[in-house]
Structure formats: structure tokens, C-alpha cells
């Protein structure tokens, strides 16, 4: 009992990083319709941004990721405005490449640029746990956990209540409409795209505290926002919540009581079973 | 004779939306009916329901003596029904007359197998539409009349016996209408039943054996074109769209 | 191919690379073997893919069936290569025949998503099972001379290419670019859509599992994170794409430039090797979208503008 208690707290504090990690692919997914395939290496920057932010500035991981959010953002936006949006009324298989090609690029240029060692930021109470009914909680994964959280319904409420997400929420449905509102649908990209990168950063800060970084980690990481992403749906951050809660719970789960090799079998087999059921994800609309 | 086509209590349903509402009617073997309505009365619709691209939620689709409501697209066009799509839509990485061409490999009984025979027919039929000299452009290359010939042609290719136009007029001016309503004489005179959507009032009324009025999703009047057109049920239908109702002025 | 010079020198070049392992270095004719099988695998990908419009990311998945089903045939069961061969590809078409009808319904990045994550399946499965090793693998007979293998290689990318020929100028094949151009509207003009894309799934699964199979008996030994390596799947996918999907010898080219140029570089540090894809790749998608086939075909036309056209049409 204690056993499927433990696997369930894990599971769900995975689960809310899972769930960040996701948020950006699928924002810029849902709203841009452009899949990034490049989304992991994303993570995998914002990662090493916090890592060197800590261990070369001392600066406490959880204050250096917002400045690796900004770092990221500023990132995305140039990205997009100068390079993805060259092809973006090209067949979604251009995009799909280009961020490819994107993936290849910001990943060898990472091997050089940090070599391929293995990272981890270990702030001074990185071993710091506590019990919580007989489950052990790591401190860094708690805290971490609350940050996805928090940051995911920020989006959603940014998306929902604000003037300027309801403008990108706009441009998503109908370009020329929102250019009839005065809305420039160049900057609303970039904007959008530059929040992504800015959510893959910020997921990747909390993963380099949580487990460890090297250049590599960018494709699985991709992968996993996929399922993650597919099976919440494109529609709201609150489905991704759902996706990464899903996700994080299966994976522990399998991990538990079948075995810690069979955690990929699980976790692409939801993603099949999901895109051959019900290709909308769990929450998505069904036309 | 036996009608082509019996259309019995059709329904269909999206969420929340009835879109069609026990619609029947009869199509008799080369016949030309006009399918009239004001917009969103289900017109294209109901042409999706009869060509496969949607399943009816309720009632029968009898054609030639045979229930295809269960048939996919692909089984009804092999059985000799062939439409034009309102969105037009070449295949824009091949040329013109390979457009059609797949029109005539794949059409009414299977199609001819050879892909030789094929284009012979597909020069044939862009002839007939009055293309022929575009036929080796690339097909997204064709501007906005050529490119109605274009899916009249892809359609004919398929050699249906029952055609299915979904406003195959709109945007043409005088001269082009005068020839798209003789190419679909010509063609209802080769014995194709006719099933046509339109805007261009002048334009069916002349063209149309028949008329049927769609309103909200229901028959509202089916007849003799100049009978139906003074039916003040019909005249109401389009009234609060603008005044004058019966006579809309090619765009 | 109808100009028969052309043909001529089609036939000119194939015997050319038959002759090579005789006269070059085995260092070459090793090279030249991944260079042909890379080949091979980009026609297999270019009738799914290229053709029909589906962005496999499941030949892999094939490619791995037809290495194990070949080594197992031959360490389990003791058949001969030829027989292992066929097994392996018996095995890929089932599977692109059961699992082909529900993957294909999904439409663009759905497809390709779902068949990565079934790579990954099936790579995790494998390597839990028994009868494939495990995680260790399998070590097949070994059987010493690449000249054999090489002149397979060839053979395949030859055969592959023939029946990309046949696919381009037959009924088949315009049901597949109509299927690829606009699924819908194929579909009521008679293409029976399922069916067809199936076919080209199991076709494309054939191919890549011979492959697999050559490849598995030549290395003599394999294991699952090789033998599913999605990596393989996405070299296929941009050899074709840079050589010109939807295309004959698109793939063919493709595969032997970028094979050549990657050769070349990673005699220099592999690292800057990949960075050079990565660099090429966001080149040539942003500037040459329709691949280096049709490059060639509208150059003479356009000269320079060319790449400039294709940035104004695409970008927002």
C-alpha cells in the first residue's frame, strides 16, 4: 500500500513538470499550428542557461529561471520572425523539417559549446526531503511541481482574461480576421512562439534541478511533449495538466509494478491507442 | 421510368445542429433539378449526403434502384456519381489534364485501367469544357473560371450518370455563364442526371427542368421552376436577405 | 525516363556500381554499401512518404522487423539467408497491413506522430522479449566478403527504383498523388483511399525490411535501439526530401550527395559533421522546399530567383 502511495506521489510530481514541459509545444501547436520539433532542445537550453546562471554566478536555481525564461523568449521571438516564418504558408511538412534541421543545429552546437558531460544544479538543499503520510517528498521536486503549476494556469488565465492573449487566441482561428482588429499577426507569431520557448526554458530549469542535463536530452523530451500534448489536447493549458498528470502517473506506475524498461512501452503505447481512438487527445473537441 | 435517384427522409445532424430536416424528393433519369435556397439552407449538404462525404443521420438514399447509404465515397463515385466541389479543388501538384485524368481512371464502373486511355479521355472532356489549351499548366496555375471548367471536366471524366454541381456559376460573367449552362445541357443531353446548386437566378431558372427550395434544412417547395420561383413561401425564404428577391445579378 | 540517352546513362551508371568492388578500397566498398542501403530505404519511404503524402516515421520500425526476422530465422531456426530475407518481409507486411488501416486514417503530423511512438514501442518491446535477446541482441552467422552484400545493396536500390518507376506512370500511382494532393476529393472521384494507402504502407514496409534484413546478415550483429533507431527513419526522410520526394531518382541522388558530403566530414570531427546537416537541412527546406529534383528541373528557367521565389511564396 505504502509502495502504490509512493508511486502515485511520484507520479503526480512528475506529473506537473511533465505538464509544463508540454504547455509550449502545445500552445504554439494549438495556436500557430506549427509542430516543433526542436521544442526538446529548447527545454534542453533553458536547462543549461539556469545551470550556468547557478554554478557560475551562484545564483539560486528557482530565482535563475526566470532569467532563463527571458533568455529563451528573446530567443524564440528572433527565431520566428526571421527564420520560421519564412516558412510558414509552406506545407506544415516544411515546418516540421525546418525545426528539424533546428533540433540538429541547437543540439551539436550545444556538444560543443558544453560538452557532453552529464549536469545536475544541486542547490545547498537538494537532498532536503520530507514524509507526507509515509510517502518521501523531495523538496526540489515539490517546489518544482508548484512552479508547473502556477505557470500553467498563469497561461491559462493569460490566454483566457487578457487583452493580449485573447489576441492571440484570435489570430489562431482566423488570420485575416484578426488583421481586420489591427492585429499584426507577424508579431502575434513571434509573441506566441517566443512565450513557448520561454515555457520550454523555464521546464528545463526545473529539470536540470530535478534530474540531469547533457546536449542529448532534447529529442525524448520532445517526444514525451508529444504524448503529453496529443493526449490533453490542443485545446487549453488545463488539458495539458491533465496530459502531464497522465503521463507522469503511468510512467510511475509501470515503473512500479512492471518494471522501469517497460516505462516507453507504456508511454508510446497511450500514444497510439490515443491518436487511433480519439486523434483530438482525452479532451479535445470531437469535430 | 424509375428515378436515378430517391432521396427519402434525409436528416443530418452535427452537434447540436440539424442541418437537414426529412428532405424527400426524386430524380428522374436526365432530368435537371435546380437546388435553390438561401445560404446555410443545407444545400451543400445534402450534396455531401448523396456523394458519401457525410453519413445521414436519418432516412434513405436510393440510387438506381439500389440503398447507398451505407457506401463510402469511393463505392458511390464507381457506381456513377460524380460532383464538383463549391471550394474548388484541383490537385495542385499535377497538371491540368492530369486533374482529369484521375477523374477517368478511377470513375463510374472502376475507371478505365490504362493510364494511356485515361488522358486520351481527359483531353477529350477538357475539350468539351473548353480547356484544352491549358491542359499541360500546372493546375493551381488556373485562375478562378478556368478553374470551375477544371472540376466540371474532373467530374465528367468519371463518366457519372448522376452529376452533382455545387455552384459551379458564381463570380462568371455573362459569356462564361451562357457557356457553362450549354456544356450542361450538352452533357444532360448525353443522359446525365442533373442535380444542380446555384445562386445565379436567371441562370437556373432557365436551366432547370425542376426546382427544390431549401429553408433551414427543409423542403420548402419543389415544382416547375416559374411556379416555385412566385410560390410566396419561397419568396419569403430569400426576402430578408434583400429586396427583389428573384433576380440576382451575376458577380 | 523517356529520353533514351538518359536511359542509356541510368543503365551506364548502375553497371559502373557494379563494378566498383572490384576496384576500389573496402573502405569504399563499405560506404558504399550504407550509401546504397540509405538508397534503398529512401525509395521504400518515397512511395509512402514522397507519393502518397504520409510521413512514415514507422519505416524504421520495418527496417528493425527485417533485421530480427532475418537473424532469428537464421539463429533460431536455422534458414538460409535467402529464406530469413523473405521472412523478414513477410513479417513488415503484416504488419503494415494490420496495423496500416488505423494508423493511416490519421491525417499530417497525427500520422507521423503516432508511427514515431510506435517505433518506440516497438523498440521498448524488443527489448524485453526473449526470443529477440533482450537488450543484448543477437549475433548472426558470420559469412566474410562485402561483395556479396554490396551487389544485394545495389540490386535492391535497383529494384526499388524500378517499381518507383512503375508506381509514377501508373494507375496506382495517380490514385496515390490524388490521395497525397487532396484525400477528399480522390476519394469521390473513386480512389478507394484506404486500400490504396495501405498498399504503398506495405510496399514501403517491404522494401525497408529487405534492407534491414541485408544489413543485419552484413554487420552480423544487431540490437534493438540500432535495429529501430529512429534516426535511420529520419536520414531516409531528409535524403528523400532534399533529393525530391514524389520523384524517381529523387531519393537515389539525395542519398549518394549526402552521403558523400557526410563521408567526407566526418573524416573531420563528427560533431561539426552535424552541425553541417543540421545547418543544410534549415537551408534547404527554407530555399529549395521541392528538393534538388526540382531544383534541377526549373534552374534553367528561373537561375537564382528560384530560391527567392520559393521564400516569398512560403513566408508569412
Known amino acids: 500500500m505504502d509502495l502504490l502511495w509512493q508511486g502515485l506521489v511520484n507520479g503526480i510530481l512528475l506529473g506537473g513538470l511533465y505538464a509544463l514541459m508540454a504547455l509550449g509545444l502545445a500552445l504554439v501547436w494549438g495556436v500557430l499550428n506549427i509542430v516543433n520539433l526542436s521544442h526538446g532542445a529548447f527545454i534542453m537550453l533553458g536547462g543549461y542557461a539556469c545551470y550556468y546562471l547557478f554554478s557560475g554566478l551562484g545564483i539560486d536555481p528557482f530565482v535563475a529561471m526566470p532569467i532563463s525564461m527571458a533568455a529563451l523568449f528573446a530567443f524564440g521571438y528572433l527565431l520566428q520572425r526571421h527564420l520560421i516564418n519564412l516558412v510558414i504558408r509552406a506545407p506544415m511538412f516544411n515546418t516540421l523539417l525546418l525545426t528539424f534541421g533546428l533540433d540538429v543545429v541547437l543540439t551539436y552546437s550545444a556538444q560543443i559549446a558544453f560538452s557532453a558531460d552529464f549536469r545536475t544544479i544541486n542547490p545547498s538543499y537538494a537532498g532536503a526531503h520530507f514524509t507526507w503520510l509515509g510517502a518521501t517528498v523531495p523538496l526540489v521536486r515539490l517546489i518544482a511541481f508548484a512552479i508547473a503549476i502556477a505557470l500553467t494556469l498563469l497561461l491559462w488565465l493569460f490566454l483566457g482574461r487578457t487583452k493580449l492573449g485573447r489576441a492571440i487566441r484570435a489570430t489562431a482561428q482566423n488570420l485575416v480576421a484578426a488583421r481586420l482588429y489591427g492585429v499584426e499577426p507577424r508579431s502575434i507569431y513571434a509573441l506566441t512562439f517566443a512565450i513557448g520557448a520561454a515555457l520550454a526554458g523555464g521546464a528545463g530549469a526545473l529539470y536540470g534541478v530535478v534530474s540531469q542535463l547533457n546536449p542529448y536530452i532534447g529529442v525524448s523530451l520532445t517526444a514525451k511533449s508529444f504524448v503529453i500534448a496529443i493526449i490533453g489536447g490542443l485545446e487549453s493549458p488545463l488539458g495539458v495538466i491533465a496530459g502531464g498528470m497522465i503521463l507522469g502517473l503511468v510512467e510511475s506506475m509501470t515503473s512500479l509494478y512492471i518494471g522501469p524498461t517497460y516505462t516507453d512501452v507504456a508511454s508510446f503505447g497511450i500514444l497510439v491507442l490515443v491518436l487511433i481512438v480519439r486523434p483530438t487527445g482525452l479532451f479535445g473537441r470531437t469535430t | 421510368m424509375e428515378p436515378i435517384l430517391s432521396v427519402r427522409r434525409l436528416t443530418k445532424r452535427f452537434a447540436g445542429l440539424t442541418a437537414l430536416s426529412d428532405v424527400s424528393f426524386e430524380l428522374g433519369r436526365g432530368e435537371i433539378l435546380g437546388l435553390i435556397g438561401p445560404n446555410g439552407a443545407g444545400k451543400t449538404t445534402l450534396v455531401n449526403l448523396v456523394s458519401g462525404a457525410f453519413r445521414a443521420s436519418e432516412g434513405e438514399l436510393v440510387f438506381e434502384g439500389a440503398p447507398i447509404g451505407a457506401l463510402p465515397p469511393h463505392r458511390r463515385a464507381k457506381l456513377g456519381i460524380g460532383r464538383t466541389f463549391q471550394i474548388m479543388r484541383p490537385f495542385p501538384g499535377l497538371t491540368v489534364l492530369d486533374n482529369v485524368a484521375v477523374g477517368a481512371l478511377f470513375g463510374t464502373g472502376g475507371g478505365h485501367r490504362q493510364l494511356a486511355i485515361a488522358r486520351e479521355l481527359a483531353q477529350q472532356k477538357l475539350e468539351f469544357v473548353g480547356l484544352a489549351h491549358r491542359a499541360d499548366r500546372p493546375a493551381e496555375a488556373l485562375g478562378g473560371p478556368d478553374r470551375k471548367r477544371l472540376e466540371l471536366a474532373k467530374a465528367l471524366a468519371m463518366n457519372p450518370r448522376l452529376l452533382l454541381l455545387d455552384e459551379v456559376m458564381a463570380g462568371l460573367n455573362l459569356a462564361e455563364l451562357e457557356a457553362v449552362i450549354a456544356i450542361i445541357r450538352k452533357v444532360r443531353d448525353e443522359g446525365v442526371s442533373v442535380l444542380v446548386i446555384e445562386h445565379v437566378m436567371k441562370a437556373i431558372r432557365s436551366l432547370s427542368d425542376r426546382l427544390l427550395v431549401l429553408h433551414h434544412g427543409e423542403k420548402i417547395a419543389e415544382g416547375e421552376p416559374q411556379r416555385v420561383l412566385s410560390d410566396p413561401t419561397v419568396v419569403e425564404a430569400y426576402l430578408g436577405r434583400r429586396r427583389g428577391a428573384d433576380e440576382e445579378h451575376p458577380r | ?316
Open chain 3, 1 to 316: 525516363m523517356k529520353r533514351p540517352l538518359a536511359r542509356a546513362g541510368i543503365v551506364a551508371a548502375i553497371v559502373v556500381l557494379a563494378g566498383i568492388p572490384w576496384l576500389a578500397s573496402p573502405s569504399i566498398v563499405q560506404f558504399g554499401i550504407n550509401m546504397l542501403l540509405l538508397a534503398a530505404l529512401a525509395q521504400g519511404w518515397n512511395i509512402i512518404g514522397g507519393y502518397t503524402g504520409y510521413a512514415s516515421f514507422g519505416n524504421s520500425v520495418f527496417y528493425g522487423l527485417g533485421s530480427y526476422g532475418t537473424a532469428i530465422a537464421m539463429l533460431r531456426w536455422h534458414l538460409p539467408f535467402g529464406v530469413g530475407l523473405a521472412l523478414g518481409a513477410v513479417i513488415a507486411i503484416a504488419f503494415a497491413a494490420l496495423f496500416g488501416r488505423a494508423v493511416l486514417r490519421l491525417r499530417g503530423h497525427y500520422f507521423a506522430i503516432c508511427t514515431l511512438g510506435l517505433a518506440q514501442v516497438m523498440t521498448a518491446i524488443v527489448s524485453n522479449l526473449e526470443i529477440t535477446g533482450r537488450n543484448t541482441g543477437l549475433v548472426l552467422p558470420l559469412l566474410r566478403g562485402d561483395v556479396l552484400f554490396y551487389e544485394l545493396s545495389l540490386s535492391l536500390v535497383v529494384v526499388a527504383t524500378l517499381i518507383v518507376a512503375w508506381i509514377a506512370r501508373s494507375r496506382f500511382g495517380y490514385g496515390l498523388i490524388a490521395i497525397r494532393e487532396n484525400e477528399e476529393a480522390a476519394a469521390a472521384m473513386g480512389v478507394d483511399t484506404t486500400r490504396y494507402k495501405v498498399l504503398a504502407f506495405s510496399l514501403s514496409a517491404a522494401i525497408s525490411a529487405l534492407a534491414g534484413g541485408i544489413h543485419a546478415y552484413w554487420i552480423t550483429f544487431i540490437d534493438p535501439v540500432s535495429a529501430f533507431d529512429i534516426g535511420l527513419n529520419v536520414k531516409m526522410i531528409i535524403v528523400t526530401v532534399f533529393g525530391g520526394p514524389g520523384s524517381v531518382l529523387g531519393p537515389v541522388l539525395g542519398a549518394f550527395v549526402l552521403s558523400a558530403i557526410s563521408e567526407v566530414l566526418s573524416t573531420e570531427i563528427s560533431t561539426v559533421a552535424g552541425l553541417f546537416f543540421g545547418a543544410v537541412i534549415v537551408v534547404a527546406v527554407v530555399f529549395m522546399p521541392r528538393g534538388v529534383a526540382d531544383l534541377i528541373r526549373r534552374f534553367d528557367k528561373y537561375r537564382w530567383r528560384y530560391f527567392a521565389e520559393n521564400v516569398r511564396a512560403n513566408r508569412l
